[in-house]
């Protein structure tokens, strides 16, 4: 085979064999006029019909004109390679990116051209897999939000991503060759002219934060996370990743600030409850003291020897007792504003006798009213409900409150109290009671602090009527615990208003029933109970309370209706009390219960003495006027609760109403 052989037989075979697709066409017609196996299988033309068509029908390229272009390169220089962009067409499937070259070969009698086009499918598919991860990575770079910025070595800036602009509001392009100083808050700067000094020294750098300025002028706070020093062709200069944390930090400090408020009322609570807790320990203490000294005071204004005296000595008795109530009325009004400033206030709804509480009041106050002369008197509109559902205490308190202030304040004419209903639209139906006077009144200036607590109106006036200020405080803060409010009308030298406005829901009627088992409510001091004497008590009774001189009053008081009391000093010594006259045949009719004690307090002793199956009435007796106090001393099996100072006369009928109930004869009449 000589060399020319050889090379016709190497042609052959590459045409034969090649993967590249091979087409032969006719220069001046561009017809196909031959095909090698590869091309046959890449457009799955039969050589027969491939050979119908012309290059235009199985190439095209994706810019219009590009294969022109192919055909005039040819001609002019016979030979073309193309770059991206043509497709070989296939009757199979869709369209095929290739390469491709073009070249003329001299052939006799005339020359033909070759297309040699190369499958670039696999190179093109990995090319757009790169593209697409591109913008993925460029569109998770953009949403976290973090700006990727080049500055060369004197800081000029060279590149800055797309949130730069969303960040800062400034377009790229206007900071694109600028130095940076500008874009940073002007206390931040010399810190970043030294941190890009440090980088451009290749000094790593830790996290840090500089405040860079928006279009608008405004601060805000961004956190470089990576500040790093690129050597490429021997230029240096700094890539950086930056991120805005301006809102994370004012959420943080948001949140710093509420933790501290929440800090700071938790430690005013506590110090709040702390002053509450120390109040009701002093109250306690004043109570159990006082008690017995207004019981002795009594004991000693009653007795025979006195009695037959000069009259100085009841007046000088009556100032003890006047006086030692006054300090009652201040602990009872100190403890309510403890309890109100420390949110510990809680009022009860339950159902109640309008006109029952305004009576008991009325007639509470009016011996003080006929002691000045002054004329007195209620009336409640029809069409006032007889039950009312709110706290009867509490009202009871506001209403004594207000009218002693306005029979204090009044010298001439008179109190009236009226009370009619109202209609709140979207609201409950609400009371509202009227206090009005002929006093002295106020200036609308005097009126300002008025329900603040410690206020009052003419502190100076030594000889005018005594009092602490907190009484309206109290009424008001009281009235709004129940939903309500009280406000005050003046004229000075006319007279007052007070109006006292509480919603008051009718009870249901057997919420009535409920709340009002028969022995088992206390009753505010009611005229009608001291009207008549206190019968004489055939009764023996265990009274158990630690105070020597309480234990002593309590002792001689219940004497001195005829009833027979055993001591006891402490819970412990009670029960044996009461086993031991159990076992003699001489049981207890009653048990009167101090609950603060040693060794074994009340509440424990009443609840194994009704565990022991002990009857007989129980009555608690503690120094701390609380509802709460009352509650617990029910619960545990307690008939009733009184609390100390000890009214007497009121102590002595809930006695006999509960061992008359017991019983029913227990008491008489004779004495
Ligand atoms: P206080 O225990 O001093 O009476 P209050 O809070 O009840 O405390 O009253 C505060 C002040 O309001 C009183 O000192 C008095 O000056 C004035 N005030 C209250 N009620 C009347 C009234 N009905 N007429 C005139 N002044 C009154």
Redesign the pocket.
Known sequence: MNAEERQFEIARSLFREANDAFFLFDPRTQLVVDLNPAAQRLTGLEKHLACTMSLRDLFFSSGSGDLDRLALALNRTGFFHSREGYYLRRTTSAALPVNISVSRIHTEPKPVGLVVARDISDRKRALEALEQAEARYNSLVESTGVVVWELDGKGVVVFLSPAFETITGWPRADWIGRRFDALIHPDDLDAALRLHHQAMQGETLPRFELRILTRTGDPLVCEFLLVTKIVEDSQEWLLGISRDITEQKRIAKTLEQAELMRQARDAAEQASRAKSEFLSNVSHEIRTPLSALLGFNELLAEHPFLQQGPAEIQEYLGNIREHGQLLLALID?LLDVARIEAGQLRVEREPCSLSQIVTDVVESLRAGAEAKHLKLEAELAGGTPQLIATDRLRLHQILV??I???I???DRGGIRLTGRMMDRPGGEAALVLE?D?T????TAE?MSG??QPF?????ALRD????????????QRLARQLGGDVT?R?IPSV??T?TLMVPVGVPEPDEVARSQPPGKHQEPPSSRETASPVPRLHARILLAEDHDANRQVITLRLNSIGAEVVPARNGKEALERVRDAAEQGRPFDAVIMDMEMPVLDGYEAVRQLRAGGFTSPIIAVTAYAMSKDRDECLRLGCDDHISKPIEWDRFFRKLIQLLTAQNGSSASNEG
Do not use: H, Q, W
């Open positions: 009004d409150n207000l002693d202030n306005a204090k304040f009044t206090i006077d006093g002295i009144g106020m005097e008025l329900f206020y009052r109106v003419r502190p005018g009527p005594r009092g602490t200020g907190l009484g309206l405080a109290i009424c005050v003046s007279g007052s007070f």
